[in-house]
């Protein structure tokens, strides 16, 4: 039931810069509404990683950084490290269901 | 520093209802600041939100489980629940909790660590 798209996969040597993308449509971010991002580390339980489309809660790394433009959010992770392959999901609230959606998830691979 | 912590049976017979608590600790459930959820993920499979609640009692849920879950809250104890009735296999998942900001009903954070509950006779 996921209104929000991600790829499935992305990835990347250590060092370098991925991005992930998040579509959405006009009843979601369209509409004006935030975009959160997580990690989920393998095994635990996800993690806020981007607030409101932009900000960083304390003790993230500068690395993360997020974006949003009109139906569509990103995430990017420069300086790619080992301990950053995980899952990563976007999320936000979507009218036509009057709650939260999450995104389909992304798997980061470092190579 | 606020702690969250899921609880209940590990195994659910279908048809059955499936019935979790999720414990607060270091902080009050009975704030007017946050709502609180529960959001599921079935084993390999993506996020999907169950529902929220704020402290007054006042709910609203995902439109697919709204026919089956009830959300409540225990301010007495710093707990609130998740019943979903009429579990199938489909219903299978590791379910966590978590809080979100009044002003930000869907910036779950932090979450509990998760409990695994499996459907099976």
């Known amino acids: 039931q996921s209104v929000l798209t991600q790829p499935p996969s992305v990835s990347g040597a250590p060092g370098q810069r991925v991005t992930i993308s998040c579509t959405g449509g006009s009843s979601n971010i369209g509409a004006g509404y935030d975009v959160h991002w997580y990690q989920q580390l393998p095994g635990t339980a996800p993690k806020l990683l981007i607030y409101g489309n932009i900000n960083r809660p304390s003790g993230v790394p500068d690395r993360f950084s997020g974006s949003k433009s009109v139906t569509s959010a990103s995430l990017a992770i420069t300086g790619l490290q080992a301990e950053d392959e995980a899952d990563y999901y976007c999320?936000?609230?979507?009218?036509?269901?009057?709650?939260?959606?999450f995104g389909t998830g992304t798997k980061v691979t470092v190579l | 520093q606020l702690q969250l912590q899921e609880s209940g049976p590990g195994l659910v017979k279908p048809s059955e209802t499936l019935s979790l608590t999720c414990t607060v600790s270091g902080g009050s459930l009975s704030s007017s600041n946050y709502y609180w959820g529960w959001i599921r993920q079935p084993p390999g499979k993506g996020l999907e939100w169950i529902g929220s609640?704020?402290?007054?009692?006042?709910?609203y849920y995902n439109p697919f489980l709204k026919s089956r879950v009830t959300i409540s809250v225990d301010t007495s104890k710093n707990q609130f629940s998740l019943n979903l009735s009429s579990v199938t296999a489909a219903d299978t998942a590791v379910y966590y909790c978590a809080r979100a900001p009044r002003y930000s009903r869907t910036r779950f954070d932090p979450w509990g660590q998760g409990t695994l509950v499996t459907v099976s006779s």
């Open positions: 999320q936000s609230y979507d009218t036509s269901l009057s709650g939260s959606v």
């Open positions: 609640i704020y402290y007054s009692g006042s709910t």
